[in-house]
């Protein structure tokens, strides 16, 4: 069961939207690590439901999501919990990396640099809920 989560650090989950994605995204700054996990677990999950001839439809019943999940998720507007990723690599039949392998011909974006901003990304995260307690 389990079997699909084990290649991948733990910090590739921390994938959510956020207040300051959407400044980034009105003022012309890159998106952030997450906005770019988000993406690229929506287009690879896109690219593997169209090899395998599926609908969005077809798709989302074989995950056990609603179509609009399976939509938002493929747009890059949503992320997988862990829960539903494991259900996506049953679903599909693939392992869990398959939705984190780099993108042909679109953008693409160096290991170092996506980790890069993922940790900055957490960091502050972390350092605004921690004011929060400490206020």
Known sequence: MGRHLVCLPPALFVLHSSDMDAKRKKSGVPPSGNVVLMRLVGSNLKRIRTQKGLTQLEMAEACGFSERMAREV?????APSFISLWRM???????????????EGGE????????????????????KRFDQHIE
């Open 74 to 78: 493929e747009l890059g507007n949503r």
């Open 89 to 103: 690599c049953e679903g599909l039949g693939v392992q869990a990396f398959e939705f984190f392998l780099p993108e």
């Open 108 to 127: 693409k974006y160096s290991k170092r640099k996506l980790l890069g901003q993922l940790k900055e990304d957490v960091m502050k995260d972390v350092a």
